[in-house]
């Protein structure tokens, strides 16, 4: 099992930036990724970053130079986090992060307002 922790959420105007931070514990050690995603809705939740134990990183190609994943761990908890800047209106919903172990959990979410 595996508790997902986000945090960072917030409002902010269009330029402006955040950074989310998702904590995860219990299982950590078996954790193979981490990934967040963001969802408005109506729409269906959309991939924006992801991150191995290995190291790789991805972010999506339409989020590239303005987020940037990361991460780094201890004896008990692995964590991500989400460097946002540049924001703008359409980045504006709610941020999931995810974690790959031998099931995906999910954290509540973290809401993220881009004002104009």
């Known amino acids: 099992q595996v508790e997902l922790v986000e945090s960072g959420g917030g409002s902010v105007q269009a330029g402006g930036s955040l950074r989310l931070s998702c904590v995860a514990s219990?299982?950590?050690?078996?954790?193979?990724?981490m990934r967040w995603y963001r969802q408005v809705p109506g729409k269906q939740r959309e991939f924006v970053a992801q991150?191995?134990?290995?190291?790789?990183?991805?972010?999506a190609d339409s989020l590239k130079g303005r987020f940037t994943i990361s991460g780094d761990s201890t004896e008990n908890t692995y964590s991500v986090y989400l460097q946002m800047n540049n924001l703008k209106p359409e980045d504006s919903g709610v941020y999931y992060c995810?974690?790959?172990?031998?099931?995906?959990?999910w954290g509540q979410g973290t809401q993220v307002t881009v004002s104009s």
């Open positions: 995810s974690a790959f172990e031998l099931s995906e959990y």
């Open positions: 219990g299982r950590v050690f078996a954790i193979n990724a």
């Open positions: 991150k191995s134990r290995s190291g790789f990183t991805n972010v």
